[in-house]
């Protein structure tokens, strides 16, 4: 209980604290890095137990289950709040060793943090929607964090298109409470089976719009690459390794979790929409020259295949959903801080990630595809299984090939190198990353541990 | 839905009604009627929050609503006076601040529970112990809690509101005087 409470609560007093004083400062960003490592290690701590000891629950004020707001850490959400706690680490430190230039952004990291981490630890939706708004609006004005008054042009889109976002998933809250009369999701999981597929699956609709707007999915991408090509590197790899996750989350938890009934009888409709996303985002970024841009259309077509492993559903599928998830959320941060930095070694770590979102072993994203292949096969009809099977392989060599044409263009070219190499410390962190990276694709049977865990979770429900 | 225009006579500044305040209202936009009413009304408002706070525990009402109350009060002096106007007669800078300082009390009192070993926002004294008094108003820590809520509320909203009628008069007079002013003079310390 301390661990949840410390893990939301210190990111949380921080930012508050911090808001007050000049970001800029050194000592401002050590604070922030401060806090955010606590809440990194209570998470970290946390995951242990859960592993260990199964879920960890308790109700705020001690009220009884379904009267108080109930925080509740399982292995789905502990998962993805470790993941999203260490990306939104990484970033803030690769901004500190930088130099950080406004004065509210470690504030915004803070409580960003404190967003995230609460989405995945309560066990109540309307909480979830609490936290989910302290998360999106924290966004909102780091995704304004830039040179160009043009840009901002890019963050208030990004601000309309998941304002909109919210107030869907709101109104399916709403009803999803008026249908089974409770927000606590493990008990709205038990009852909505007994209200039928007729108004429920209204709600499920409305709640994979909702999330399909946050990952960026195909009809709802137009607002992604706008945001990504003019962000600073570290607020790319915020928005595309850790806030995103809020999408793959929401879909679990939502569609596999509380409505697997309704997922499963919008399965085609994914499977299709998940299809389209890969091949669109594929194509469009094999036409894109600049990295940042290829990376954010990238990041559309990756998004494709967590929502086909999350329409496969069963164990297998949710499983390898969750994994491909965390891959992707590590790969992304990888190449965005990339793209940030020059100087030797860091073509070499943005090759590593290229290598791991081509799914080429030993990099980590070979373990994401290869999840998705078993998932596939573990499909009924032949015939989806070879077309899944095939849509995969086309995906993963379209991403071989604008991957390596962006190192090729960027890395390799002799160009008459102007700006000084960014400093050490930062392209160390970078490495670090990179060797996260190849050391989970060599050695991977705790991140398969854990998804395992995470998918039976998923298609066990209450 | 503009009120009428001014009738012109000469108002007293004494009385904080003048209108030929450099960045004030311009003459003619709000009538002395407006500001008069606006004035009278401030107090009032102000009580009423309190009110709605306090009984928050028997009646329906607690800190966020009272602090909604309390800064549509402020914010009606900033319609009426204009910003440099009502911070001048009123002590409205640094309130943004209190928006953090409310968000702070809040989370220690939410807090305070896991610390001591008890679950998130359990209440103290707990259900059954003795209170302490101060004339009948109940310490408790839930009314700090909506204290805190309702300084958030309060200085979020008088904040937000002071702040961009700061950015939209610096544009303003910018546009207007074309003068030596640097434009990014006041960036920087915009809060509250």
């Not at chain 1, 301390?2 to 939301?8: P, V, W």
């Not at chain 1, 509380?258 to 996303?277: D, R």
């Not at chain 2, 001014?6 to 004030?24: A, I, S």
């Not at chain 2, 009123?90 to 968000?103: C, E, H, I, T």
Request: hydrophobic residues 55%; aromatic residues 10%; charged residues 10%.
């Amino acid at each position: 209980m301390i661990l949840i409470s410390l893990a939301i609560g210190v990111t949380w007093v921080f930012g508050t604290v911090l808001a007050m004083l000049d970001g800029r400062r050194t000592y401002v960003g050590l604070l922030a890095l401060g806090a955010m490592g606590t809440s990194l290690v209570s998470g970290v701590l946390l995951g242990v137990r859960v592993l260990q000891e199964g879920t960890v629950e308790f109700v705020a004020g001690g009220w009884p289950l379904g009267l108080g707001i109930a925080l509740r850490a399982d292995v789905l959400g502990v998962t993805f709040a470790v993941l999203s706690c260490g990306v939104v680490f990484v970033s803030l430190l690769y901004e500190v060793i930088l130099g950080i230039r406004s004065r509210t952004f470690p504030a915004l990291v803070l409580f960003l943090n404190t967003g995230l981490v609460g989405i995945f630890l309560t066990g109540d939706m309307f909480n979830f929607y609490v936290f989910f708004e302290i998360a999106m609006t924290a966004a909102y004005v780091l995704t304004a964090y830039r040179e160009h008054d043009y840009q901002v042009r890019a963050a208030f889109i990004f601000a309309i298109v998941n304002l909109l976002g919210s107030v869907i998933f709101v109104i399916a809250v709403a009803a999803l409470y008026h249908v089974t009369g409770t927000l606590d999701m493990a008990l709205a999981a038990e009852r909505v089976t007994e209200a039928g597929i007729n108004p429920t699956i209204v709600i499920a609709v409305a709640i994979f719009v909702a999330f399909g707007l946050k990952l960026g999915l195909f009809p709802f991408h137009f607002w992604l690459p706008a945001v990504y090509v003019g962000s600073h590197a570290s607020v790319a790899a915020i928005l595309s390794g850790a806030l995103a996750n809020i999408g793959s989350y929401g879909l679990l938890r939502f569609g596999g979790y509380i409505l697997p009934e309704q997922l499963a009888f919008g399965a085609p409709v994914l499977l299709v929409l998940g299809s389209a996303s890969i091949v669109y985002g594929a194509h469009q970024a094999v036409a894109r020259r600049s990295p940042v841009e290829v990376m954010a259309y990238s990041a559309i077509g990756q998004a494709g295949y967590i929502l086909i492993a999350i329409a496969i559903a069963g164990p297998i599928g949710f499983a390898a959903g969750v994994l491909y998830a965390v891959v992707n959320s590590l790969n992304k941060t990888l190449v965005f801080l990339a793209t940030g930095l020059r100087g030797w070694m860091v073509g070499a770590a943005f090759a590593i990630a290229a290598f791991s979102i081509a799914g080429v072993p030993p990099a980590v994203g070979f373990l994401g595809k290869l999840a998705l292949f078993r998932a596939a096969l573990s499909l009924d009809s032949l015939a989806g299984t070879v077309t899944l099977v095939a849509l995969i392989f086309l995906g993963g060599a379209l991403s071989f090939v604008y991957s390596f044409q962006i190192y090729q263009s960027v890395y390799l070219k002799p160009s008459p190198e102007e700006g000084k190499p960014s400093p050490l410390a930062a392209r160390l962190l970078v490495v670090v990353l990179a060797a996260l990276l190849v050391g989970l694709g060599l050695y991977p049977e705790p991140l398969l541990y854990v998804s395992e865990r995470a998918g039976a979770l998923v298609a066990g429900g209450p | 839905m503009r009120p009428p225009a001014g009738d012109g006579k000469p108002l007293g500044p004494e009385n904080g009604l003048t209108t030929d305040v450099p960045g004030g209202v311009p003459e003619g936009q709000t009538s002395v009627m407006t500001r008069a009413v606006s004035r009278l009304l401030l107090m009032p408002t102000i009580a009423t929050a309190a009110a709605i706070l306090v009984k928050g525990y028997v009646e329906p009402g607690d800190g966020f609503s009272a602090g909604v109350v309390a800064a549509l009060g402020i914010l009606m002096q900033y319609l009426a006076f204009g910003r440099e106007q009502a911070e001048r007669m009123l002590p409205l800078r640094g309130l943004g601040y209190m928006a953090f300082f409310g968000l702070l009390l809040t989370l220690v009192v939410a807090f305070r529970g896991p610390v001591v070993g008890q679950t998130l926002m359990t209440q103290w004294p707990l259900p059954g112990d003795a209170v302490i008094h101060v004339g009948t108003l109940e310490v408790i820590t839930a009314v700090a809690f909506d204290v805190g809520i309702f300084l958030l509320v309060l200085g979020y909203g008088t904040g937000v509101i002071s702040l961009i009628a700061r950015v939209v008069g610096r544009a303003e007079r910018r546009s207007k005087e074309e003068n030596h002013r640097d434009p990014d003079e006041a960036y920087g310390e915009d809060m509250g």
